[in-house]
Nanobody, 124 residues
Framework: QVQLAQSGGGSVQAGDSLRLSCVAS????????MGWFRQAPGKEREGVAV???????NYAGSAKGRFTISRDNAKNTLYLQMSSLKPEDTAMYYC??????????????????WGQGTQVTVSS
């Protein structure tokens, strides 16, 4: 059973916007940290943005000012609003959930449950 179901990826031109969504089962959604990670071909997976249960966020430098992570608790849904997209944003994007330690960090090993991934392609 898919417990984190992603949607919203696609192919866009530079400067366009996309919103990614991740619908989680209640048991997974109620974990404290949720985040978005991405991986381009031949590159390591990196943390883009994370959010805790209180709404505190942590963004990668490449995302800050352009991307917004949010969560809708009534819908058990995590979002990533991406604006001013650049070709270097092209990657497979994954949502993930994990426990909170001293706040939520963008560390892959701190997230236990992962979505199936959705491709974002940005052309120049």
């Amino acid at each position: 059973q898919v417990q984190l179901a992603q949607s919203g990826g696609g192919s866009v031109q530079a400067g366009d916007s996309l919103r990614l969504s991740c619908v989680a089962s209640e048991s997974i959604y109620k974990t404290d940290c949720m985040g978005w990670f991405r991986q381009a071909p031949g590159k390591e997976r990196e943390g883009v943005a994370v959010i805790d249960s209180d709404g505190y966020t942590n963004y990668a430098g490449s995302a800050k000012g352009r991307f917004t992570i949010s969560r809708d608790n009534a819908k058990n849904t995590l979002y990533l609003q991406m604006s001013s997209l650049k070709p270097e944003d092209t990657a497979m994007y994954y949502c993930a959930a994990g426990p909170e330690w001293l706040g939520c960090r963008r560390r892959i090993d701190e997230y236990k449950d992962w979505g199936q991934g959705t491709q974002v392609t940005v052309s120049s």
